[in-house]
């Protein structure tokens, strides 16, 4: 029912609120078949944050599409666990690697308003759609075109946090409900662990003394991630887990 008077509101070019207050209005021909049209993308599995247009993350309205990853609740355990790293005052140095819509770092970005944040992605056109969220909330990202660190200058920060490609090749090839998101954003190759391996063996000579690594993982990956992490020299590893009990974030330190 929800999806039907989301999908009937946008046919409509208007709010949800308005059809459910106006629920005996005549639809126009055009209208209705661009609901159906509408209708039928989303009974294949078509994602609704897509058809909507947006996703909203940590109670912020992100725009987003096919171009862009749809932000999920358990990513907001990534920016929690960030945010609780630092002091509300204190002027650090942030990179984003794999931004996306730039849900995270736009989040980060306005929570923290001292800050300062750089977010790369890969995808020129998703680095676009990150742009005109920033414009809309009025923040100041530095976004950067990057295959991961290829493009980074500095090596400064005193975070570095993703939520890359971790999803296993079985698992991307059964599951239904990702295959229409970029899959640029969710493969990390045959075990899922190609991209999270690559960010945490280079991350450290990108962090600063004392640093923090902040990434988003499966929940069967946490062990092999934490052994990875500690092979390469960083202290103070866990994995933390999300709303669901499940371990979903590695926080990793650079040593003093």
């Known amino acids: 029912m929800l999806d039907s008077e989301l999908l009937l509101s946008i046919s409509e070019d208007c709010n949800r609120s308005d059809i459910i207050a106006h629920s005996d209005k005549v639809v126009s021909d055009i209208d209705y078949q661009r609901y159906k049209n509408l209708l039928s993308l989303r009974r294949n599995g078509f994602p609704i944050h897509y058809l909507i247009g947006k996703k909203e993350f940590f109670s912020i309205d992100f725009f987003v599409s096919s171009n862009t990853l749809i932000p999920r609740p358990e990513t907001e355990l990534l920016v929690d666990t960030a945010l609780s790293l630092f002091g509300k005052n204190e002027k650090i140095n942030i990179l984003e690697l794999g931004t996306g819509c730039g849900a995270i770092a736009l989040t980060l970005k306005k929570n923290r308003p001292m800050f300062s944040v750089t977010a790369t992605d890969k995808s020129i056109k998703a680095l676009d759609m990150a742009k005109i969220n920033a414009d809309k909330l009025g923040l100041e990202v530095n976004f950067v075109v990057s295959d991961w660190f290829k493009k980074v200058?500095?090596?400064?920060?005193?975070?570095?946090?993703?939520?890359?490609?971790?999803?296993?090749?079985?698992?991307?090839?059964?599951?239904?409900?990702?295959?229409y998101e970029p899959r640029l954003a969710l493969y990390g190759g045959k075990t899922g662990l190609n991209s999270l391996n690559l960010i945490i063996s280079e991350a450290i000579f990108h962090l600063n003394s004392g640093g923090y690594l902040v990434l988003e993982h499966g929940a069967e990956q946490a062990k092999k991630v934490i052994e990875f992490a500690l092979e390469n020299k960083y202290i103070s590893c866990q994995s933390l887990k999300d709303m669901n009990n499940k371990d979903r974030c590695l926080i990793a330190q650079r040593s003093i």
């Open 153 to 179: 200058k500095y090596n400064n920060y005193d975070l570095i946090i993703s939520n890359p490609p971790y999803v296993e090749e079985r698992a991307l090839e059964f599951n239904n409900n990702l295959k």
